[in-house]
């Protein structure tokens, strides 16, 4: 099983410019998922998705829009990058908890290096 | 809104040893889940336990366990002998039970495992 796939893993922007960091998961999860990291910081909510056309914002979605066409995948777009955006992004996926059909847990991508210059 | 503290930023111990990382959590709910995400340098997040709020029973995995303490709001993880593989960054993180939602971390703890 691939998991959760995502790409590019780094990627060196200007500010101004935009971009799209693609994520797709295989297990036929619900909910998805995109937090960042900052240097030595805990993760950050910016977008989720609790299914295909289903989308909301988390802690700090400025700057960042979503799209949730299908199941598999869960693309962020970034526009207009700007310096602050310089981070690790994380995207997750995971089965509803509860009712004995998940555990909760989240299922993480290897992580995208965006540093905007 | 949820928090969740780590106050320990860094810590360290002998291989073969024992310790214990610290995590507070603020909520008025009362389902929710519990869990110890483990970050090692190569960034992967792997979910090292978990604990649903309503089982009074602590969960434990091999040498990793956990000590519960609703009432206190607490959720330390323990890490017995101690081995160089489980130095990495620890988040501690909290789920509201319900559909959704968001996994809300805590800052992190720094552990180094020394040979």
């Known amino acids: 099983n691939a998991g959760v796939t995502q790409t590019p893993k780094f990627r060196i922007l200007k500010i101004g410019q935009s971009m799209t960091l693609q994520c797709a998961q295989d297990?036929?999860?619900?909910?998805m998922y995109w937090y960042r990291q900052d240097p030595g910081m805990g993760l950050k909510l910016i977008y989720y998705?609790?299914?295909?056309?289903?989308?909301d914002k988390g802690e700090v979605p400025n700057g960042y829009n979503v799209s949730r066409s299908t199941t598999e995948d869960f693309p962020l777009r970034l526009e207009l990058a700007a310096p602050s955006q310089t981070s690790v992004y994380f995207c997750?996926?995971?089965?509803?908890?509860?009712?004995?059909?998940?555990?909760?847990?989240?299922?993480f991508g290897e992580g995208s290096r965006l540093t905007v210059l | 809104a949820q928090t969740v503290t780590q106050s320990q930023p860094e810590m360290s111990v002998q291989e073969a040893e024992t310790v214990t990382l610290s995590c507070t959590y603020d909520?008025?709910?009362?389902?929710?889940?519990l869990f110890w995400y483990k970050q090692p340098p190569s960034r992967q997040m792997i979910l090292v336990i978990r604990q649903e709020a309503y089982k009074q029973q602590n969960a434990t995995e091999n040498r990793f366990s956990v000590n519960f303490q609703k009432a206190a709001k607490s959720f330390s993880l323990k890490i017995s002998d101690s081995q160089l593989g489980d130095t990495a960054m620890y988040f501690c993180?909290?789920?509201?039970?319900?559909?959704?939602?968001?996994?809300?971390f805590g800052g992190g703890t720094r552990l180094m495992v020394k040979p």
């Open positions: 993180a909290f789920m509201k039970r319900n559909a959704g939602n968001m996994l809300t």
């Open positions: 909520t008025s709910e009362n389902n929710y889940y």
């Open positions: 998705s609790v299914g295909a056309g289903i989308t």
């Open positions: 997750a996926s995971r089965i509803p908890a509860g009712g004995g059909l998940g555990t909760g847990e989240l299922f």
């Open positions: 297990m036929n999860h619900n909910y």
